[in-house]
């Protein structure tokens, strides 16, 4: 054989060699079809969720959905949903509408509660063909989700003024800085940054920047810094390539993670989900409360991206890790090729044409 000869014979094994990275090993039985919970929430929800539906018969990924009746109009959860819920470990969900003022609690905080989901996790990034303002993003915000301001604790002290209790406690700032921490680390995240506003807020955010450093000692090889967040705000729209990791308390983090979503794209691309120890809730990755316009339930082109990207992230935690990779890889394609999008990424396309791309580009 001439050395011309062999150099191609190499090259053709090593192409053949990189088509596939090093496979993943199951454990016996974990090919069994999953149950998981299924909200379909209020608004553009049935319609996004029945999108992660149709594309996961298509897969033939081993779940399968319970479905609950549940609005955000509702006075309390209804019953068998939590029970639904803490036997199957996982829910996908819509948005669930949370209604302003009246005294009524917002469905999706109870939620949490109730289930001690405690961390939410919003990944916002720049989607190859998507154009944005900036490029080089992909920031994951960490948002502490059972206490701060929506502890739910007011009260009228005399008509006319009402008084509303910030609460910050120890283990729950410990518990999602260690999350955030061991986040990174697990990703092969380089930089932690907590938000606060502890030049204020001495006490209340003062625990909870304490705690950070505290848990920043544990992890020598992370970067570790700190941000008042009104600067933040102001440096996510400067230069949102700078972050990487963002741990916060609650209100802060809602606010951060919906500023980092529009920056990388909108929130109809940006997936999410919330989880405690025992269970975890994947649903669009900012605005929960978001149940999107009339006008995109009424003609059928609400955005189902980032509910795919949201049920690909439950894929990976059902530890489904191939049907989460072609899952994200057929919907990363159908937005890099530009053909098929909804109107709020500057196309005509309606949901189902999208679900259908996503399905025909499938591996």
Known sequence: MSRRQSISLLKNLGSRIQTRSVTYMPRPGDGKPRPVTLIPGDGIGPLVTKAV????????APVYFEPFDVHGDMKSLPEGLLESIKKNKVCLKGGLKTPVGGGVSSLNVN????????????????????????????IVV???????????????????????????????SER??????????????????AVHKANIMKLADGLFLESCQEVAKKYPSIAYNEMIVDNCCMQL??????????????????????????????TGV??????????????????AGNVGKATAEEQK??????????????????????????LETAVKRVISEGK???EDLGGKSTTQEVVDAVIANLD
Do not use: W
């Open 111 to 138: 939620l949490r509660k109730e289930l001690d989901l405690f961390a939410s996790l919003v990944n916002c990034f720049n989607l190859p063909g998507l154009p944005t303002r900036h490029e080089n993003v992909d």
């Open 340 to 342: 098929c999008r909804t």
């Open 53 to 60: 539906e149709q594309v996961m018969e298509a897969m033939h």
């Open 301 to 326: 082109n609400a955005n189902p991206v980032a509910l795919l990207l949201s049920s690909a992230m439950m894929l990976r935690h059902l530890q489904f890790p191939s049907f989460a990779d072609r």
């Open 176 to 193: 999602i800085a260690k999350y955030a921490f061991e986040y990174a680390y697990l990703n092969n995240r380089k930089k932690v940054t």
């Open 142 to 172: 960490i948002r502490e989700n059972t206490e701060g301001e929506y502890a739910g604790l007011e009260h009228e002290v005399v008509p006319g003024v009402v008084e509303s209790l910030k609460v910050i406690t120890k283990f729950c």
């Open 270 to 287: 940006m997936p999410g989900g919330n989880v405690g120890a025992e269970h975890a809730v994947f649903e669009q990755g900012a605005s």
């Open 237 to 266: 729209v400067a230069r949102p390539e700078q972050f990487d990791v963002m741990v916060t308390p609650n209100l802060y983090g809602n606010l951060i993670a919906n500023t980092a979503a529009g920056i990388a794209g909108g």
